[in-house]
């Protein structure tokens, strides 16, 4: 199939050639995110491949249809990007790669509730300047402290089975419990995970009902201080009314590597430009504050899955007309 690959970087083009050496589908890499703008580049491709900043409206999915685009495929889990009905209704078919390294998102959560907790961004910079105080560096053990995960699915579940072997207790919140989940961590209320843990680390994707899951109010209900973790989606806080938390110090600590407004922002250099966005430069000044650029998922492992499940989604629309991995 002739696929039209959307928003690609250098990584994407080299893992998805080296994977595609089993499937040859003939690929056309195209820089620009997909728009209602850059749409009319998938030229002549069946079939388009977006990330998750690409725009799928309704209205280019329109131009995509009429250009006779028959298949989504996301390189990526999360489908809150795509107009499922408008879809249905040209008869496009989506299909996702539901996990390709819950590992990388998991360990990367991890990685930012370390540095977060014992300041490794602030002392990397600090010993480079010979200043070896330790002043402002004080971190708390992680054994014995209580982490609540919200979403307990493939990503939550690691993350909450790792943070249990450190020593954690493990709370959860998920309106689909998962039965192994509790050989190392607990079911509450999302209102009793709010008020017991330490740690809050979101692993749920992002719908129209849990929009800015995380606001004023479901601040109000937090351990003062407490650390908040978000790799899922950006759209699931409420970024002013974190600000508001920080300054109050009800939130003690946040790290995101998804942000509600990023796709203005991630996976560009953007060093020569003057950034516009004052919420998000207003969460840069703050010590107590880490921001990744939706690096989560970035591991070798990952990008290998990635490029591997999406090519043998569309091989399998194309031999089959359905598909494991189909969103419906
Ligand atoms: P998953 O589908 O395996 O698990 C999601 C879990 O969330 C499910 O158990 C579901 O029941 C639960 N859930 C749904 N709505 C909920 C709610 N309102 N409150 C609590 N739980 C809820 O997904 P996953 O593979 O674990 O991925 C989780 C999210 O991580 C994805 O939706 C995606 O947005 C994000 N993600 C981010 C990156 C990154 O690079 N930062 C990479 C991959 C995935």
Redesign the pocket.
Known sequence: MKVALFGTKPYDEQFFTEANENYNHELLFLEPHLSEKTAILAQDATAVCVF?NDEVSGDTLKILAEQGVKLIALR???Y?NVDLETAKELGIKIVRV???S?H??AE?AIALILTLNRKIHRAFYRVREGNFALNGLLGFDLYGRTVGI?????????TGQILSGFGCKVLA??????ESFSNFGEYVS?DELYARSDIIS??????E??RH?INETSITKMKPGVMLIN???GGLIDTKAVITGLKSKTIGYLAL??YEKESDLFFEDLSNEVIEDDVFQRLLTFPNVIITG?????TEE?LTNIANTTLSNITEIETTNTCKNLVQ
């Open positions: 998750v990526c889990a999360g809150n539901p996990a390709y819950p990388a998102v990367h919200i979403g307990t699915g493939n990503i939550g579940y690691i919140y998920d309106p689909y419990p998962n999302l979101l692993h749920c994707p992002l719908t009902e849990n899951l790799t899922s989606r590597d998804v939706h690096q989560a998922f970035f990952a």
